[in-house]
Nanobody, 116 residues
Framework: QVQLVESGGGLVQPGGSLRLSCAAS????????MGWYRQAPGKQRELVAH???????NYADSVKGRFTISRDNAKTTVYLQMNSLKPEDTAVYYC??????????WGRGTQVTVSS
């Protein structure tokens, strides 16, 4: 069993930055694919980025060049650095853990609002 707790969301102006953190408890953190998803009102949940146990990353086209995902296995934490934020990045952001493309665990989410 894995528990995921997100933090770092909030209100930011367009062009600003935020860093989300996801602290994971439980065993085997190092073997999981860790990811960030987001869900805007009225829309489906979508993948933002993920990072494999070996450090390979993948990003949605909409965030490439602006967001960076990273993981610290010693701290069992995954991060999402978000720069040049846009109003369309507004959503609840969820941390995930799993294998391959299968998500086995979800966090409760953290709200990110980009608005002037």
């Amino acid at each position: 069993q894995v528990q995921l707790v997100e933090s770092g969301g909030g209100l930011v102006q367009p062009g600003g930055s935020l860093r989300l953190s996801c602290a994971a408890s439980g065993s085997m953190f190092t073997i999981y694919v860790m990811g960030w998803y987001r869900q805007a009102p009225g829309k489906q949940r979508e993948l933002v980025a993920h990072v494999t146990s070996g450090g390979t990353t993948n990003y949605a086209d909409s965030v490439k060049g602006r967001f960076t995902i990273s993981r610290d296995n010693a701290k069992t934490t995954v991060y999402l650095q978000m720069n040049s934020l846009k109003p369309e990045d507004t959503a609840v952001y969820y941390c995930s853990a799993g294998w391959g493309s299968t998500v086995s665990y979800w966090g409760r989410g953290t709200q990110v609002t980009v608005s002037s």
